[in-house]
């Protein structure tokens, strides 16, 4: 049973232009959410997260939109640079008994054109 | 300074072999754990330890055993190797057990391929 959903495996945009990488739920306790970026032969490192009392978290050229009666998240990156691509891995956490466990998406592998 | 090392990186063996992976962390932090990853790309959490105590322990065979000598290391060790076991394994660790914002800090992985 996947909890977490990331329907599309890759991506690909314009150098400058925005990216938009989506991630789906199931669980309705998540109330905590994580985009992860990964870079081939290292591990997952944390990039930004929301918690479900907000809408929208941004950090400099990230923001991530939370839409909770969807539940749905999207990660935009503008504008998208080549260093950026990467696979992306949403995360959510939540519950009384969950703690610090994440239940991650399948990843979405993002490459940035020159 | 690597917050989050992992050793070895690599790791190919025989089926039926027994092998450890071993994880530090240098960040202070009280909870670590293992993930699996798998041909599918996945990330699954095997288990976590807080303060050196199992705190999860997902569905995985009792072959796989951690071991957390102190707040700093967790250990994998992997008894009778099979070729489902083949994947990469991360390490992480966050700061402490519980409360929804503890990012998590993930180890480079080690590749283990079972033949």
């Known amino acids: 049973d996947q909890q977490v959903k990331q329907n599309s495996p890759s991506l690909s945009v314009q150098e400058g232009r925005i990216s938009i990488l989506n991630c789906d739920y199931t669980n309705s306790m998540f109330d905590y959410f994580l985009w992860y970026k990964k870079y081939p032969a290292e591990g997952p490192t944390f990039l930004i997260s929301i918690s479900s009392i907000k809408d929208k978290n941004e950090d400099g050229r990230f923001t991530v939109f939370l839409n909770k009666s969807a539940k749905h998240l999207s990660l935009h990156i503008v504008p998208s640079q080549p260093g950026d691509s990467a696979v992306y891995f949403c995360a959510a956490s939540g519950g009384e008994t969950s703690g610090s466990r994440l239940t991650f998406g399948e990843g979405t592998q993002l490459t940035v054109n020159p | 300074d690597t917050a989050v090392s992992q050793t070895p990186k690599y790791l190919v063996t025989q089926m039926g072999n027994d092998k450890s992976i071993k994880c530090e962390q240098n960040l202070g932090h009280d909870t670590m754990y293992w993930y699996k990853q798998d041909s599918k790309k996945f990330l699954k959490i095997m288990f976590s330890y807080n303060n050196k105590e199992l705190i999860i322990n997902e569905t995985v065979p009792n072959r796989f055993s951690p071991k957390s000598p102190d707040k700093a290391h967790l250990n994998l060790h992997i008894n009778s190797l099979e070729l489902g076991d083949s994947a990469v394994y991360f390490c992480?660790?966050?700061?402490?057990?519980?409360?929804?914002?503890?990012?998590?800090?993930f180890g480079p992985g080690t590749r283990l391929t079972v033949l």
């Open positions: 992480a660790s966050s700061q402490e057990y519980g409360g929804a914002y503890n990012e998590q800090f």
